[in-house]
């Protein structure tokens, strides 16, 4: 697929800009056909820790294993469909290691289908073998990336991670508080971890924040709770989890 974004626009751009724009425009088509193609509806978007391994010891009653509970819920939302090949709602991750696998485990477990969204960087984070072989994507630009991220998104699930979970995070928080996107439920799976890393609450007794915006996230503990929550916010707000659109 070759884009001319010159003659579709017909203005006398740059080399540089117009070869960026090309690019641009080609990362976001190529993925957005082939979702399409393969009845992608709609995602649960899955963020955390690539440094997450899985636990070599899950009898530890002293360890919260997060890989764990990333794979459980995987499989969570893997069975929620009507067999393999119903992508109405599918799993989505950054399609790197640690929570990311784990989740795409999680699904395929159940034989449900995933998508990875990977992003070339210098130290170069290869796809996990997770992923369905034909929704695994390699991003680019991180802004094609983001928009894919939550073009589908019916909820955000955000595990213990670093400065790359948090990104994805608090954009998502904000476009919501803006009301750039729609509402949707942003749920972070480790209460202990993230009252201690961000302290959210503290944003809203200084005034930073409206003490409403303290609704637009919730904590769990475990991989039943947060598909729960998920479906009680979409059963309270009167909106269909699953449904078909397309």
């Not at 884009?3 to 017909?10: N, Q």
């Not at 963020?47 to 070599?56: H, L, V």
């Not at 890393?197 to 503290?202: H, I, M």
Request: glycine share 10%.
């Amino acid at each position: 697929m070759k884009l001319k974004i010159s003659e579709l626009t017909g203005l006398d751009i740059p080399g540089d800009a117009l070869r960026r724009a090309e690019r641009l425009a080609h990362g976001y088509l190529k993925t957005e056909l082939v979702m399409r193609e393969h009845g992608i509806q709609h995602t649960i978007v899955v963020f955390g820790g690539t440094r997450i391994p899985e636990s070599e010891n899950p009898s530890d009653p002293d360890a919260t294993d997060y890989y764990r509970i990333a794979r459980e819920f995987g499989a969570i939302v893997g069975r929620s469909g009507q067999g393999p090949d119903d992508c109405s709602l599918t799993l989505m991750t950054g399609g790197g290691p640690g929570i990311m696998e784990a989740a795409n485990r999680g699904a395929s477990d159940v034989g449900a289908k995933s998508i990875g969204l990977n992003i070339r960087l210098p130290h170069e984070q290869a796809p996990n073998r997770y992923i369905s072989e034909e929704l695994s994507f390699n991003f680019q630009y991180f802004a094609i990336r983001k928009l894919h991220f939550l073009l589908r998104a019916k909820a955000l699930v955000v595990f213990p991670g670093g400065f790359g979970t948090m990104d994805e995070l608090f954009e998502t928080l904000n476009l919501v508080q803006c009301r750039r996107i729609d509402p949707l439920p942003v749920v972070l799976v480790g209460s202990e971890f993230w009252r201690r890393a961000v302290n959210l609450e503290f944003l809203a007794a200084e005034g930073l924040i409206d003490p409403e915006d303290r609704q637009l996230y919730w904590y769990t503990e475990t991989a039943e709770q947060t598909w729960s929550s998920i479906v009680s916010w979409y059963a309270e707000a009167g909106i269909p989890l699953l449904c078909q659109t397309r």
